[in-house]
């Protein structure tokens, strides 16, 4: 049953709604920003726009240094005996082609239907803004934070945050902290208030087989020299089963079990299969049968062919033996899985059974998770509860990969990912859009949420 909010929270739903206009138009200033990072567009300029943007919320803000984009960081100290919430997000944003899918200019945005349409409303600009925002609010209604605040916003998320990890090192002491509170990526399909403890990891390689230096006659040539094209099949077909199992000797060390508190948290999570199916015109999941739908995106890691070339497929017809094959490999990780370990070997994998195909590491990212029964997870999963009237979904992992691990591995803290924005927010694609209603309600909880986790200890 749903309780009235406390008066702290009625007076931060009130300071919103007072505010909802200005508060758009905050947003919709930032995303007038491009920060497009891997084409190097508009990022600087973005990240002295969020250094005001922190000052107006509060916070004492600059920039700090990496190899490339800077990181925008901003912190507001109470008090030596009370907790220190860092929280993350991104400034940087995807680039917007095929422009014209878009309905509207993507740096250009608009309200339609209850949504602000634009590039970075929700991936992440509208997200840690929200952040930002709820900090102000709670500064507006209670007159000092609850807690101590650092905010850590990133201009290379995008471009798998290569200086991320360095950044974090290299700032220990500044970074201190107890607890990493993010916002982004969209909530459960089902609608529902989602918390997530963590992401799978990412091991990304290329496979390139070759042969004769060029690409010759298959009349003439074939069957007296050598097809990479098969070479590369033939290899492939060995490293998983028909059942969908990894056959790489050592792929699978460390993969650590699911905790009984995680096992119940994945009962808990709403799932409608068919409507699965039927969204993306499938007529099965893929093998094995009876392997549950979130084990298979949160438990189980995976090795999936992202792309295959040889040969002629373009117009028309050439017979032809291709002088090269090549593979991409996307392998997704669960905890406690190593990706210098799997790497190595896979690459003992492809040398005992193809020595002549190269192996290329193109890039990697650890897992990370955060345990359910966390006193911290225990502290958001309230916060939302007080702000939605029910229990949130919560999550162990998310299918995906973030740089979650520089928190978790390397500064040892839990982290909660909390998403505000819409489930069909179309990240990525034309068309990217926020429900304004939850960008207005991801402020109230980031309030809610520094308030309970001010009472941990």
Known sequence: MATAPTPFLAAVAAYVDDHRQAFLDELCDLVRQPSISSEDVGVEACADHLVATM?????????????????????????????????????????????????????????????????????????????????????????????????????????SSPHLAEFVEGNRELLAADVVYTSDGPVHDSGEPTVVLGVRGILCLELRARGARSDLHSGNRGGVVPNPAWELVRLLATMVDAEGTVTVDGFGEGVTPPTDAERAAIERLPVDVDAHLRTYGIDRLPPPEGLGFYDRLMLRPTLNIAGLASGSTGEGFKTIVPATAMARIDVRLVPDQDPDGVFAAVAAHVAARAPGVEVTRVGAMPPSRTPVDNPYTQAVVGA????????????????????????????????????????DQANHAPNENLELERFYTGIRTCAAVLQRIAAVR
């Open 384 to 423: 939302l509860t007080d702000v939605w009237g029910r229990e949130p979904l919560v999550l162990p992992s998310l299918g995906g990969t973030l740089p979650d691990y520089v928190f978790t591995r390397l500064l040892g803290l839990p982290s909660l990912l909390v998403p505000y924005a819409n489930a």
């Open 55 to 159: 000052r107006r919320s509060g916070l004492s803000a600059r920039l700090l240094a990496t190899r490339n984009k800077p990181v925008v960081y901003g912190e507001r100290l109470v008090a030596t005996d009370r907790p220190t919430v860092l929280v993350y997000g991104h400034y940087d944003v995807q680039p917007v082609d095929p422009l014209d899918a878009w309905d509207s200019p993507p740096f250009e945005p608009i309200v339609r239907h209850g949504r602000l349409y634009g590039r970075g409303t929700s991936d992440n600009k509208g997200q840690h803004l929200a952040q930002l925002l709820g900090i102000r609010a709670t500064l507006a209604v209670a007159g000092e934070l609850p807690v101590n605040v650092k905010v850590v916003l990133e201009g290379e998320e995008e471009c």
